[in-house]
């Protein structure tokens, strides 16, 4: 190993600078943080996940090596449900871990537990998710949601149970949306239960509800099994949505910043890898399939990862890892429409300071030194972006109190 490896980042950015800012080749860059004044405190990290498709980038970095790249490896803990993975994160088991991006928001306000300081250090993916109903409700004609919210106006309130995995999570949050966009109101309306992934087709399997959301590959399992059907995906509510994100205690990333900033680097990488070529996502779909990670079959992953659903449709905003790193990139604004959810349904009784709340827990400052350790990826010069939902509305994080105020449907006094 050559004496360059150990120049101290400080005499790196100051050579670059005496260069005029020339880009300097990404491996020596990556070697310079790896092992210079900015090598991780921690030789290992442990960082939980649930076996869902979306845990992809943490498999890989592990298998592939990327963690070893900048100085780390990665213990792998696979958690059984997301109450698990908030307990063992909160009482230190875990460093990190793949987690619900409503979750962790949850946390951090006191929603979900105890309040604990949180850090969303990057968005493991965008999309991929969906609402599955029984093949019970199909036979009665129901496709969609208004011939859904068709039936469920036939019966008593409470009559159909449908489930989502946690109730700060982003699952909770897709389905409420999108049962309150055919007028169905998620609290008045209907049952709503939480169950950890694994849990959901065996539950429908036995009657246990009549819909849920959760994340792959549990809906293309309850349509391999014959007991439901997709009747939307989750980027049909919100295309190119945030969905899991990598989380910490800001206490742990406070105590081993080069740390994590090295496990941000690490999973860019293994980001990257993934989307480079249909090959490598076909590869992915394989080692995710193992018993270590999803104990499932091939097949069960790799057509909606490709963004093929049921053989009947090409989706366009399938699940996503990289897209230039403007995918992982922490916006502001993708947290602040939790939190407008959170008032929405009056898990917030006043209002935060949105942004204010975001700029805490989203950490791009950290983000933007691994993507430079990376090399090859440009940050967003901005903090916020604009989408357009499945109801029409606009959010931009310009005005959120407004918009958690503009629904129909709401619980805010509650």
Same mark, same amino acid.
């Given at each position: 190993?050559?004496?360059?490896?150990?120049?101290?980042?400080?005499?790196?950015?100051? =050579?670059? %600078? !005496? $260069?005029? /800012?020339?880009?300097?080749?990404? #491996?020596?860059?990556?070697?310079?943080?790896?092992?210079? @004044?900015?090598?991780?405190?921690?030789?290992?990290?442990?960082?939980?996940?649930?076996?869902?498709?979306?845990?992809?980038?943490? =498999?890989? %970095? !592990? $298998?592939? /090596?990327?963690?070893?790249?900048? #100085?780390?490896?990665?213990?792998?803990?696979?958690?059984? @449900?997301?109450?698990?993975?908030?307990?063992?994160?909160?009482?230190?088991?875990?460093?990190?871990?793949?987690?619900?991006?409503?979750?962790?928001?949850? $946390?951090?306000?006191?929603?979900?537990?105890?309040?604990?300081?949180?850090?969303?250090?990057?968005?493991?993916?965008?999309?991929?998710?969906?609402?599955?109903?029984?093949?019970?409700?199909?036979?009665?004609?129901?496709?969609?949601?208004?011939?859904?919210?068709? $039936?469920?106006?036939?019966?008593?309130?409470?009559?159909?149970?449908?489930?989502?995995?946690?109730?700060?999570?982003?699952?909770?949050?897709?389905?409420?949306?999108?049962?309150?966009?055919?007028?169905?109101?998620?609290?008045?309306?209907?049952?709503?239960?939480?169950?950890?992934?694994?849990?959901?087709?065996?539950?429908?399997?036995?009657?246990?509800?009549?819909?849920?959301?959760?994340?792959?590959?549990?809906?293309?399992?309850?349509?391999?099994?014959?007991?439901?059907?997709?009747?939307?995906?989750?980027?049909?509510?919100?295309?190119?949505?945030?969905?899991?994100?990598?989380?910490?205690?800001?206490?742990?990333?406070?105590?081993?910043?080069?740390?994590?900033?090295?496990?941000?680097?690490?999973?860019?990488?293994?980001?990257?890898?993934?989307?480079?070529?249909?090959?490598?996502?076909?590869?992915?779909?394989?080692?995710?399939?193992?018993?270590?990670?999803?104990?499932?079959?091939?097949?069960?992953?790799?057509?909606?990862?490709?963004?093929?659903?049921?053989?009947?449709?090409?989706?366009?905003?399938?699940?996503?890892?990289?897209?230039?790193?403007?995918?992982?990139?922490?916006?502001?604004?993708?947290?602040?429409?939790?939190?407008?959810?959170?008032?929405?349904?009056?898990?917030?009784?006043?209002?935060?300071?949105?942004?204010?709340?975001?700029?805490?827990?989203?950490?791009?400052?950290?983000?933007?030194?691994?993507?430079?350790?990376?090399?090859?990826?440009?940050?967003?010069?901005?903090?916020?972006?604009?989408?357009?939902?499945?109801?029409?509305?606009?959010?931009?994080?310009?005005?959120?109190?407004?918009?958690?105020?503009?629904?129909?449907?709401?619980?805010?006094?509650?």
């Amino acid at each position: 190993m050559g004496d360059k490896v150990f120049i101290s980042r400080r005499r790196f950015l100051q =050579a670059g %600078a !005496a $260069l005029g /800012g020339a880009m300097l080749l990404p #491996g020596v860059m990556q070697a310079a943080w790896a092992a210079g @004044s900015d090598k991780p405190e921690l030789a290992t990290v442990r960082f939980g996940f649930i076996p869902l498709t979306d845990c992809a980038p943490l =498999a890989i %970095a !592990a $298998l592939k /090596g990327f963690d070893k790249k900048y #100085g780390i490896s990665l213990q792998p803990s696979k958690e059984a @449900s997301w109450a698990a993975v908030r307990d063992k994160l909160v009482a230190g088991e875990l460093d990190a871990a793949h987690i619900l991006y409503g979750m962790l928001y949850g $946390l951090e306000l006191g929603i979900a537990s105890k309040p604990q300081q949180m850090a969303n250090l990057m968005t493991l993916n965008r999309n991929g998710q969906a609402i599955t109903l029984s093949s019970d409700l199909q036979a009665q004609g129901v496709s969609d949601s208004h011939g859904l919210k068709r $039936l469920i106006d036939q019966k008593a309130p409470g009559s159909y149970t449908f489930a989502h995995t946690f109730p700060t999570g982003t699952h909770a949050m897709w389905l409420y949306y999108w049962l309150a966009n055919a007028g169905i109101d998620p609290f008045a309306d209907v049952r709503m239960v939480v169950v950890p992934p694994p849990q959901m087709v065996m539950n429908m399997r036995i009657g246990n509800m009549v819909g849920f959301c959760v994340g792959e590959p549990w809906n293309a399992r309850a349509i391999n099994d014959r007991i439901g059907f997709t009747a939307a995906t989750s980027q049909q509510i919100w295309p190119d949505h945030p969905e899991k994100i990598l989380g910490a205690r800001s206490d742990w990333v406070a105590r081993y910043p080069n740390t994590a900033r090295a496990l941000v680097a690490a999973l860019l990488e293994a980001q990257r890898w993934i989307e480079a070529s249909a090959d490598n996502t076909r590869e992915t779909a394989r080692i995710l399939a193992r018993r270590a990670w999803l104990n499932t079959k091939e097949q069960y992953l790799s057509g909606r990862m490709l963004g093929e659903y049921d053989k009947r449709w090409h989706d366009d905003h399938p699940m996503r890892f990289f897209q230039q790193g403007e995918a992982s990139y922490p916006w502001l604004s993708d947290g602040m429409w939790f939190l407008t959810q959170f008032r929405r349904w009056g898990l917030l009784k006043s209002a935060p300071d949105y942004q204010a709340v975001a700029q805490r827990i989203n950490r791009i400052d950290l983000w933007k030194e691994a993507a430079q350790a990376v090399g090859g990826i440009t940050a967003p010069t901005q903090t916020l972006r604009s989408s357009t939902l499945l109801d029409g509305k606009v959010w931009n994080g310009a005005d959120p109190e407004g918009y958690a105020g503009s629904f129909a449907i709401q619980r805010k006094g509650a």
